[in-house]
């Protein structure tokens, strides 16, 4: 399936009752849609008495999940507390990260190093842990590396990325990891 770099898996949801709390819209979401098919969301508040002002976003956890629940929405299925939630299209997502779940890497592994040989590479530094975002949508590759029970992130925008190429790290298997050459990073 091919799916355009602008879709994301967010909508725009109007029409939320004024007495309902994120966790009320998000356990009727998981009955309705499907269990775990949201990843983020939130209502907009007055801040002056924090009442909902009936309007706010939901960031699915799949393009299905957001598909299924338009299509709920357009037809009248989607009924909270007596009022139907109107759900539109967003291009902007509460949490950025890739809108295809084939991009999204948990619990990786990171090696810096700098190159020795054709086919070598001498390793300065290795984490274990590390999840990565292709995020073509944001033109960037995104790893967060926990070490010494922190938990940094790394951004590096594809115009820095100088090479790219699949690489085997078990003999005569498929490729299953990334060989980036990238312009020098500094880490603050």
Known sequence: MVIPSSETPTV????????????????????TVGHSSVFALEIFSDYTNWKSRGVGRIQFETLEAKSKALT???NKKLLLSSHFLCLDASSDDIIPRPALPRNR????ALYAGFPIGPDCMSVLQSWEGVRGWVMPERQRLDFWVTHADQC???????????ECDG????????????????HYLFLC
Not at 14 to 26: F, K, M, Q, V
Not at 152 to 162: A, G, S, T, V, Y
């Open 12 to 31: 725009r949801v109007t029409n939320i009752p004024h007495t309902a709390t994120a966790n009320d819209l998000l356990r009727y979401l998981e009955t």
């Open 72 to 74: 709920l929405a357009e």
């Open 105 to 108: 890497i948990n619990n990786g």
């Open 152 to 162: 940094f992130k790394l951004e590096i925008p594809f115009e820095n990325i100088l």
């Open 167 to 182: 690489y085997c790290s078990d003999e005569g298997s498929k490729p299953n990891a990334l060989l980036l050459k990238v």
